[in-house]
């Protein structure tokens, strides 16, 4: 894919620190880390988001997270892991490769976890839980 900054991480045109690869995903630190050892999985063939990423790549993107998040805990003394992966503007996604961010936590770090969560209101539950149903 033209243009694809991660693509071209991929191909090695433009440099990262690379921490990890194999066949299907490279793994490399984010330049704006939320803690130190902030990581990137990325799957080396171009999809824009989880919706059009295969199933197996996903797997394979899930097992470096796992390889990684147990070496950041290991090696970086974090005191927990976050793995995430943005979808879309709305869910902050910016580069539009898809990837899943590994991001080491420490106690007390203070990152902002989900903001403004609020409990349903009387029967939306069951009518949010029957509309999700109805479309898988
Ligand atoms: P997202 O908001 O999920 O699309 O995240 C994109 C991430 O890519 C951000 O956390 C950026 O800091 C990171 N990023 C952007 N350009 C680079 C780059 N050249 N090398 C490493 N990380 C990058
Ligand atoms: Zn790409």
Redesign the pocket.
């Known amino acids: 894919m033209e243009n694809c900054?991660f693509c071209k991480?991929v191909k090695g045109e433009?440099p990262?620190n690379k921490i990890y690869e194999d066949e299907n995903v490279l793994v490399?630190l984010?330049?704006?880390p939320v803690n130190l050892g902030h990581s990137?999985i990325v799957p080396k063939k171009h999809f824009a988001n989880i919706y059009e990423t295969p199933e197996e790549t996903l797997a394979e993107m899930m097992k470096a997270a796992k390889k990684i998040s147990k070496a950041l805990k290991s090696e970086l003394g974090a005191d927990g892991i976050n793995v995430t992966m943005?979808n879309d503007p709305a869910a902050?996604?910016?580069?539009f490769h898809s990837?899943i961010?590994v991001i080491p936590r420490l106690s007390g770090d203070g990152f902002p976890l989900w903001h403004g969560r609020r409990p349903y209101q009387e029967g939306e539950m069951n009518e949010v839980e029957k509309k999700i149903i109805g479309g898988l």
């Open positions: 900054i991480i433009i990262s490399f984010d330049i704006a990137l943005n902050g996604q910016i580069i990837h961010h």
